[in-house]
């Protein structure tokens, strides 16, 4: 990487950590409207949905890696043909 690239994907970063996003901007509307139980609530539900999407994901990771691992899959160009009933 350039040091051009490198401050690029720096100032990057910096902006997308500075300005809030959607959830940001329903946690505060919803603490101001409903309080802070309300919003502390809403931050459980965020969070517990983007580890589930994590645990998810690792899931899949997890069950591709252990097919790959298995005996070698047969292709089905491979097989013999079927005979046409």
């Given at each position: 990487?350039?040091?051009?690239?490198?401050?690029?994907?720096?100032?990057?970063?910096?902006?997308?950590?500075?300005?809030?996003?959607?959830s940001d901007i329903a946690?505060?509307?919803?603490?101001?409207?409903?309080?802070?139980?309300?919003a502390l609530f809403m931050i459980v539900g965020i969070v517990a949905t983007c580890c589930s999407a994590d645990s998810a994901g690792l899931a899949m990771q997890a069950g591709v890696a252990r097919r790959?691992?298995?005996?070698?899959?047969?292709?089905?160009a491979d097989l013999p043909p079927q005979p046409v009933r």
């Open positions: 990487m350039t040091p051009g690239n490198i401050v690029a994907l720096l100032g990057t970063t910096l902006v997308l950590a500075i300005v809030p996003g959607p946690v505060v509307a919803r603490s101001v409207a409903s309080g802070f139980t309300s790959t691992t298995d005996a070698p899959r047969r292709c089905p």
